[in-house]
């Protein structure tokens, strides 16, 4: 083997290990960067989902807000309506009343409240109470009953309030009470059981 062969065969040699060694030092530079970028996607999808999950998050907290706000001012907006149409309904009633109390069943009704207090009393003083606007029917309510009736200064509507001071009792047949009582109690009940 001559000089030059020698000098040709040691720089292809020379080459080919550079060129291996090369090599090899991209590869494990290009396996580096490969991991790093692995790295860093599954980062960025940690976090993606970490942000996708806080957003939905606070997305179903703005509608839950917004659903228990609205519903809120449904229910409102509902008793206001309920609160009116309930009015409505009780002055229909006090119409009503007034219309009754220029019957004789009105009259009838005074007759048998009074009897019932006087048959109650038994033996103890009872006052018997009529209401202002049934003053005129006094002295007929009187005559059918046998019974000292007073004018109430109190406007309690039409019926009779009797008080038996011995025993500390009130009896209250007046419409003021019963509507009261009864307004008290009133409840719109709503086919989906919302009252």
Known sequence: MTLEEKISHLQATSMEQARAEGNAIIDSHRDALEKVFEDHKAEALRQAETRVKAETTNARLMYNQAAAKAQLETKRRLGKVQQE???????????????????????????????????????DPVIIYINPSDEQKRSDLEDATGVHLTISAEDFLGGVRAVIRARNILIDNSFKTQLRNEYDKFLFLGGDGIA
């Open 85 to 123: 149409l309930k009015d409505k309904v009780f002055e229909e009633a006090v119409s009503l009343i007034k219309d009754y109390m220029k019957t004789e069943a009105y009259d009838d009704f005074l007759v048998k409240c009074i009897r019932q207090a006087e048959r109650f009393a038994e033996k």
